[in-house]
């Protein structure tokens, strides 16, 4: 039972438009969010994170949006950039669990071309 | 800084012989997390050390997987008698322990092939 869903493996964006990375997920214990981005044979590397008191955080060209009715945030890339191109990774946890462990989607793979 | 570092970055090892994978994390950081992570997969959780506490170990999946941080700063993932569904790459990461950061920043990996 997966409780962070994304649901588009990949996405091809032309250089220099948005590029917005879609995530869900069902378990409403969850509480904050991240992404992070991976390049091959490297680790995950953070991105951006909000919490649930937000709807909204940004940082430079990064936005994620948090919808928690809808139990969706996405990450908007703007302008996207030819090293944008990575898989992107929504994580998960709950703080009150007392653990702190991610669980994660299964990645989107983003394509940015020149 | 230095980030968290892992080692070795690739090992083979032969079904049923023990390995051990270890992980440097960020200095000064308190929290500890192994993942695992298998092909076209999202990391998954194994353990979690405050300090050199193992809180969480729910997610290792056998007897066979154990974790150690006796110092509270290096961590070693051992795993006995490997088996080739151990195939996959393992994943350290380190955070704050800070109630409103919850960021983990990750190493780079050990990927391990069991033949």
Not at chain 1, 48 to 62: H, L
Not at chain 2, 42 to 66: H, I
């Amino acid at each position: 039972d997966q409780q962070v869903k994304q649901n588009s493996p990949s996405l091809s964006v032309q250089e220099g438009r948005i590029s917005i990375l879609n995530c869900d997920y069902t378990n409403s214990m969850f509480d904050y969010f991240l992404w992070y981005k991976k390049y091959p044979a490297e680790g995950p590397t953070f991105l951006i994170s909000i919490s649930s008191i937000k709807d909204k955080n940004e940082d430079g060209r990064f936005t994620v949006f948090l919808n928690k009715s809808a139990k969706h945030l996405s990450l908007h890339i703007v302008p996207s950039q030819p090293g944008d191109s990575a898989v992107y990774f929504c994580a998960a946890l709950y703080s009150g669990a007392g653990s702190y462990q991610l669980t994660f989607g299964k990645g989107t793979k983003l394509s940015v071309i020149p | 800084g230095a980030g968290v570092s892992q080692s070795p970055r690739y090992k083979v090892a032969k079904r049923g012989q023990d390995v051990a994978l270890r992980c440097d994390p960020i200095s000064g950081h308190v929290s500890l997390f192994w993942y695992q992570q298998a092909l076209g997969q999202g990391p998954e959780f194994l353990t979690y050390f405050q300090n050199e506490a193992q809180l969480d170990k729910s997610g290792l999946p056998s007897d066979r997987f154990f974790a150690e941080r006796p110092e509270g700063s290096v961590s070693t993932l051992k795993i006995q008698r490997t088996q080739q569904e151990d195939s996959a790459v393992y994943l350290c990461a380190s955070s704050k322990g800070d109630f409103n950061s919850y960021e983990q920043y990750f190493g780079p990996g050990t990927r391990l092939t069991v033949t």
